[in-house]
């Protein structure tokens, strides 16, 4: 098993340009996650997933959208990227409260 | 006051020294409780879930105190592997969602 992948692992955006991060997981969980991470701060939810079709915001959600078609994809869109979503981006799977993290994308927005 | 929090450190250790840390929690209401651990540059994974009468695994020690509303984590022996950043995760609630992460605490074992 891959387990969680992310693509790309880094990215340079100019501000206002929009992008896809994308993320897949191989294990069949039905429960995805995105967070940010930004130094002195933990790891922020932005959005989660509990289903294929069904997705809900997290805790910061402004200026990002995610689609779940499959139970495997979870991709995180940007819609028009700011310096401040200049962070690492990691995708989680999560099983019997056990959080799968990606090894993560790191964005910088200039 | 925030939600989680732990001292950010770094601790620094010779090998074989034990080292504790503690995290703090403010929902009295929270139900799981994890630590994690995450290597520089890497993503996060889990290392040991946390329960009411505390648990061990291997030189890892995890004890959660409801009253004090902290939970700590215990290093025995430590080795230079060890050196890593280590997270508190509360659960505040059922579902994933709810789930609140410490910034972290840098520990570095020396030889």
């Known amino acids: 098993n891959a387990g969680v992948t992310q693509t790309p692992k880094f990215q340079v955006l100019k501000t206002g340009q929009s992008m896809t991060l994308q993320c897949a997981q191989d294990?069949?969980?039905?429960?995805m996650s995105w967070y940010r991470q930004d130094p002195g701060m933990g790891l922020r939810l932005i959005h989660y997933?509990?289903?294929?079709?069904?997705?809900d915001q997290g805790e910061v959600p402004n200026g990002y959208n995610v689609s779940r078609s499959t139970t495997e994809d979870f991709p995180l869109r940007l819609l028009s990227a700011a310096p401040s979503q200049t962070s690492v981006y990691f995708c989680?799977?999560?099983?019997?409260?056990?959080?799968?993290f990606g090894p993560g994308t790191r964005l910088t927005v200039l | 006051r925030k939600e989680v929090e732990q001292d950010p450190g770094p601790f620094n250790v010779p090998e074989g020294a034990t080292v504790a840390f503690n995290c703090t929690y403010s929902?009295?209401?929270?139900?799981?409780f994890f630590w994690y651990r995450q290597d520089c540059r890497k993503e996060p994974k889990l290392l040991m879930s946390v329960y009411s009468s505390g648990n061990e695994d291997g030189r890892f020690t995890a004890q959660l105190n409801r009253a004090s509303q902290y939970i700590s984590l215990l290093i025995r022996d430590s080795k230079l592997s060890d050196s890593a950043t280590y997270l508190c995760?509360?659960?505040?609630?059922?579902?994933?969602?709810?789930?609140?992460f410490g910034t972290g605490t840098r520990l570095l074992v020396s030889p």
């Open positions: 997933s509990v289903g294929a079709g069904i997705t």
């Open positions: 929902n009295s209401a929270s139900q799981s």
């Open positions: 995760v509360v659960n505040g609630n059922t579902g994933f969602q709810k789930l609140v």
């Open positions: 294990m069949n969980h039905e429960y």
């Open positions: 989680a799977s999560i099983e019997n409260n056990e959080q799968f």
